[in-house]
């Protein structure tokens, strides 16, 4: 057996499919990881090995994935017996789930086989992991830093190789900000592609996950693309990627904020692979992508999903949501003001449209793809970004600030993919994005592999030195 | 023909016609003529058009909504939509706007603004609405085609009783405005003939990127032979005979067709609990447009700025649901919807009446004569079997399959998959090939040959 962290999903099903390894050694390989490095990474809210070692037994051995494990994100997916917390100290020993939600079930059809939940901020809120109910989540790369948010704990477990792959959702950067700072590659597809199925409806959250390697979120993107008829936000028709060659645009800078110079140099870099590759490399402006001018009606989109997120979470408790079930910034978010009325939330769907027809409306004249950095920054430490009582609300300006280059795209609802690069001069990975144009996702996956084909894609192995490893 | 000759004709036509069918409230004749004189191009150039008082805009061109207070400050479009744009690039001449119910909320046309407008093939009957206006400049002749848009019914009920072909297209399929954003309303067209829906689907379906709601892909069909479920009335809306047996015969041309039918259809179609989900997006709805008038007026609204049937509505929507209860009641909506739709992975199409019965008298539709909560209540029935598609984004169409004992048309509703429109397009064109409907004219329309 090759070592645990080599093996992409893809390798393992592969390796699992011809015999040479079993199920049951999958998920007990994974499971032995988890031992040796939870207690430096935290990155599990609930584990429940007996089932995972059960349904080892069980799985379908035709299923594409069959045997391979995984980690749902303690938020926006159910399966039977594990609970949905939200990173919520209040829902942290709320009953657990009764039935499978459709990307639960999705999931388990496709073979794989669920170790447990990982971490998120509460309600999935900020740029850190590191909520109150599960405790602060590390990136492997730099035990003192943040893996990012909001699906930091899927992140820093695949990149910690608990798993080849962990479900993930982001909606303003939630996948691909922690794929970037943790040297994955993590795929926010058009919105309506995934969707989530808890009974919200969210204008901006798409369901995925985090992975090892482009072929890996290519393929497990074909098993898990298909919008339920019926879904108040369809999907846009999937348009063939084409092998031509590309017109990219490649933004380096930002109108609203500095960019650090690692996070540059990685689009630089990443940008010569391209032109290697016989693309066609165009600098461009991030203007039309800026949030400025939409920012109230974004604000209300934002703070309604919340509210409604919170409702849920009431709604499992059975009552009103106390001080002590939230941390403070939570608190303050859902009492500060009241939230907008449903009239201001389709006021501000509205607006938001309009927005993204006038950013959208030269694209296909410019170029096929973007490049942009995936944050202004290399990964912070957690303590920079620990809640600061003098400052309440600075986390949720920092998380604003980390999203600059990806929230646009979840308002647009084009699908973007996170790469790792190339990251000279810092600690921890950088990573880079591709922006499509709204059911482009396997331009940007047949973008990606070539790139990962030719050797340009940095995913390494943190050394994880001292650790249990 | 030229398009000066199409526009003068059909101007005569509606002039003609307006004392006893009333169906277009703002003529913009002089602009149709100066339009016709332009160098028009595209694929029906120079053929006469109205729009619905309602959503869709070109530049120049009134907007009313069949209100007031929008009449009285003389409210004019200064752009147009993208339908209104897909509309003149294809070459179609306006020639103003058709009634409509005041703010599109009934299911009759007969606004105070502009009184009733009747029913080509029974004066004393509704068009029903609240695309009205627009079924009876079809249905009485005036022009081939009308603009409509349905976001209860407001297609498919107008063309049910008025014999025409009525085809309400999936959420998202074609972008309703630059910036408006409903779950339940979509515009089309009213037709005579499959062929013009057809045609006008093929035309202007499309979406500009940046939309938040979008159709999927269509469904790749498989069978020449189709699987059709019937539903003849629903427990809460009982259908008439005559309507029921409008289903009836349209299932046995379908059966000798080779498509196979069987009597049932979704659970789901049937229940009521969604309606509570439903009625916080109607009321979310509403009060985003009470709110769009009042910044149009520049001051808050009062009673005299509409009529009571909407100011009952008005004063409802003064209870603001929270953005929070939206987004959980578009999570019901969602989950119910979703449900339905697992019906239609064992068939294709789901055949039911357009609504509960042939076409009301316009007196029993007059809210001063009923009274508002009564009309409400009728409205609400006559919704039953169109809305729930407004809600789950289904395309559905109208088609005129039967007719009373009295010669008034009936319809019939076939209901598709989202982005399945052209699979009920070509059921609809096989029905028309044995009805012959097109060639089936109210006596109104041929007393002015």
């Known amino acids: ?469 | 023909m030229s398009a000066r000759e199409a526009v003068t004709a059909a101007i005569a036509r509606a002039e003609a016609l307006q004392d006893s069918v009333n169906a277009i409230s703002i003529p913009t004749y002089d602009l149709a003529r100066t339009i016709a004189e332009t160098n028009l191009s595209g694929p029906f150039a120079g053929v006469p058009i109205v729009l619905k008082d309602q959503l869709v805009e070109q530049q120049g061109l009134p907007l009313h909504q069949s209100n007031v207070a929008l009449k009285r400050i003389g409210a004019v479009s200064q752009r147009d939509t993208d339908f209104g744009r897909r509309l003149r690039e294809l070459g179609f001449v306006t020639l103003g706007r058709s009634s409509a119910p005041e703010f599109g909320i009934q299911t009759t046309t007969q606004p105070k603004v502009n009184g009733r407008t009747a029913n080509p093939w029974d004066l004393t009957r509704s068009v029903s609405g609240s695309s009205g206006g627009s079924a009876a400049a079809v249905a009485a002749g005036i022009v081939p085609i009308a603009h409509a848009a349905d976001g209860g019914g407001s297609i498919r009920l107008p063309a049910a009783w008025t014999g025409l072909v009525g085809l309400k297209p999936s959420r998202g399929a074609i972008s309703i405005a630059p910036e408006v954003v409903s779950l339940t309303a979509v515009e089309f067209v009213l037709t005579r003939t499959v062929r013009d829906s057809r045609a006008l689907w093929l035309a202007l379906r499309g979406d500009t990127e940046g939309d938040i709601l979008r159709a999927p892909a269509p469904p790749s069909r498989t069978a020449e032979r189709l699987r059709i479920g019937i539903v003849d009335s629903l427990t809460h809306a009982p259908a008439t005979a005559d309507c029921r047996d409008a289903v009836t015969s349209a299932a046995h041309l379908l059966e000798a067709m080779g498509h196979h039918i069987e009597v049932t259809g979704p659970q789901a179609y049937g229940e009521t609990d969604w309606l509570r989900a439903a009625g916080i997006v109607a009321v979310t709805d509403f009060a985003g447009r009470f709110d769009s008038l009042a910044a149009r007026l520049g001051r808050a609204l009062t009673s005299e700025d509409m009529e009571p049937y909407a100011w009952s509505i008005f004063e409802a929507a003064h209870h603001r649901p929270t953005g929070e209860a939206l987004l959980a009641a578009l999570g019901e909506i969602q989950a119910w919807s979703i449900r339905m739709l697992t019906w239609w992975t064992d068939f294709d199409v789901l055949l039911t009446p357009v609504c509960f019965e042939p076409p009301a008298s316009l007196d029993e539709m007059d809210a001063e004569l009923v009274g508002v909560e009564a009309l409400r209540t009728r409205v609400g029935l006559h919704c039953r079997y169109t809305q729930p598609f407004n809600f789950t984004g289904q395309p559905a169409i109208s088609v005129p399959v039967g007719v009373t004992s009295d010669g008034l048309p009936i319809g019939v509703q076939m209901v598709g998959t989202p982005g399945g429109e052209l699979v009920l397009l070509e059921l609809a064109a096989e029905l028309e090939a044995v009805l012959a409907w097109p060639e089936r004219w109210p006596a109104v329309a041929e007393q002015h040959q």
């Not at chain 1, 070592?3 to 390798?11: K, L, R």
């Not at chain 1, 339920?228 to 930002?254: C, E, K, Q, Y």
């Not at chain 1, 501000?348 to 950013?359: E, L, P, V, Y």
């Open chain 1, 1 to 469: 057996m090759r070592d645990w962290i080599e093996y992409d999903a893809t390798a393992l099903a592969e390796a699992i499919r011809t015999g040479r390894m079993s199920p049951r050694e999958a998920v007990v390989a994974a499971i032995a990881r988890v031992e040796a490095l939870e207690p430096d990474l935290r990155c599990l809210a609930q584990a429940d090995f007996e089932a995972a070692l059960a349904s080892a037994e069980t799985v379908d051995p035709s299923a594409p994935f069959a045997g391979v494990p995984i980690l749902l994100k303690d938020y926006g997916v159910v399966q039977i017996g594990l609970r949905q917390t939200l990173g919520m100290r209040g829902l942290a020993h709320t009953r657990a789930a009764t039935g499978d939600s459709r990307l639960g079930a999705k999931l388990k059809q496709a073979g794989f086989i669920t170790l447990g939940t990982a971490t998120c901020p509460e309600l999935s809120l900020l740029s850190s992991t590191q909520p109150a109910a599960y405790g602060i989540t590390a990136n492997p790369w730099a035990l003192s830093h943040t893996p990012g948010g909001s699906s930091g704990g899927s992140a820093a477990a695949v990149a910690g190789g608990y798993v080849p792959f962990a479900h993930g959702n982001d909606g303003g950067g939630s996948i691909r900000l922690p794929a970037g700072w943790t040297g994955l590659v993590g795929l926010k597809p058009s919105r309506g592609r995934i969707g989530s199925d808890d009974g919200v409806v969210d204008l901006t959250l798409t369901d995925f996950g985090l992975c090892r390697s482009v072929r890996d979120a290519a393929a497990i993107f074909n098993t898990l693309a298909d919008a339920p008829a019926g879904a108040v936000f369809g999907a846009p028709a999937r348009t063939p990627a084409t092998s031509d060659r590309l017109r990219i645009g490649v933004v380096t800078s930002h109108p609203d904020h500095e960019v650090a110079a690692p996070c540059r140099a990685a689009v630089e870099e990443m940008a010569g692979a391209l032109r290697t590759l016989g693309h066609t490399l165009v600098e461009t402006g991030f203007e039309p992508f800026a949030l400025n001018p939409i920012a109230d009606a974004v604000s209300a989109v934002v703070i309604a999903q919340i509210r409604a997120k919170a409702s849920w979470a009431e709604g499992q408790l059975g009552r009103r949501l106390a001080e002590d079930d939230v941390e403070p910034l939570t608190w303050l978010l859902l009492n500060a003001a009241p939230g907008p009325d449903a009239p201001a939330v389709m006021a501000a769907w509205s607006k938001i449209q309009a927005w993204a027809r006038s950013a959208l409306a030269n694209w296909s004249k410019s170029f096929d793809l973007l490049l942009t950095p995936v944050t202004l920054e290399p990964a912070p430490s957690n303590e920079a970004l620990a809640f600061n009582p003098a400052e309440p609300v600075g986390q949720a300006l920092r998380t604003a600030a980390h999203c600059a280059f990806l929230q646009p795209f979840n308002l647009t609802g084009q699908p973007a993919l996170a790469l790792p690069a190339r990251a000279d001069g810092a600690i921890t990975p950088v990573g880079v994005q591709l922006v499509a144009l709204p059911g482009c996702e396997d331009q940007l996956l047949a973008t990606g592999l070539q790139l990962e084909v030719a050797g340009a894609l940095e995913i390494g192995r943190p050394s994880l030195v001292g650790l249990g490893a």
